[in-house]
């Protein structure tokens, strides 16, 4: 019987079937937002659909705008998992550790298909990885099944759809490239969305329901990153709404949540984006002893701990940059 078992895990090994009981884990980052539930969907379908087995887990529920478009497409959420030590893992829409599982260490990271910055993560073996600086890693998904050429269904066309008019704030936002507007035409194709821009208006009406009513707490947490610079330990949170009021009239509350966090976890800086969609531009509540200096990044002053900064839409392609030559003269 064991010897059996034992031949039957090498021929997996081997041959990576379906049928195999150790599946591909994919995983998007924590604190999933649309792009890292519908990217674990749809890359686990397309390595099934290619002879090896895959599930989409994710690390927490999805927020409300992600909901709406699980729930229009006829969609189920991933399976939550927070622990994947010693499985075999894909990581999707992210590379750092700071946003993987916290045993990842522990796993076997076998590919990565992301559209962020290389935050780190070292491997002990040669792995598959991608990293494109696109819109949505959901674009290069939609790519790999182009090029593999395999069909899309319907419902996963539709995550995916959702998912770069989320990442790109329906192509508004800087990091938005003809590579996303031509997936995104595409899947609408697919999912039968006729009207794209009234489809991604609905979506984030409906991601930003709760605003005036949700705890801080679960807010802040919504779309919070951690990231290590020079040793320090920061948290960029962003929310964003096209009705802007609703973020703005609880400001005073975010930052005392901020200030407990940093208390808490001793974070060297916490900042929260609170970005407006629809006058393109972002009001930055910084928490921390560096704060000026990282306003002074952006040539602006801080007042009542939060400046208003035109334009800044991205915290990958704006933010994230600035503060890592602001922190590459920080030590810790
Ligand atoms: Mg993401
Ligand atoms: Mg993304
Ligand atoms: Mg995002």
Known sequence: MRLKIALVSVLCMLLNTVACADPLIVVGHKNPDSDSIFSAISLAHLRSQQGIAAVPVAQGKPNPETQFALDFFGLEAPTLLMKVAGRKVALVDHNHYAQAPDDIRQADIVEIIDHHNLGGVSTAEPIEVLIKPVGC???????????????????????????????????RSPTTTDQDRAAAENLATIAHVNDIQKYGQSMFLAGEADLK??????????????????DNKIAVAQLMAVSFDLLKDRKEAFLEEMRKLQKEYAYKTVILMLTDIKNEGTELLLIGKNAQHIAQAFNLVLKNDSVWIPGMMSRKKQMIPALEKVFDKETS
């Open 137 to 171: 890693t959901s674009t290069i998904i939609w790519q790999l099944y182009q090029r593999a050429n395999i069909s899309i269904p319907p419902a996963i066309a539709g995550g995916m759809l959702s998912a770069i008019l989320s990442d790109t704030l329906i192509f």
């Open 213 to 230: 009513t949700a705890v801080i707490h679960l807010l802040i947490h919504r779309d919070l990153k951690n990231f290590e610079m020079n």
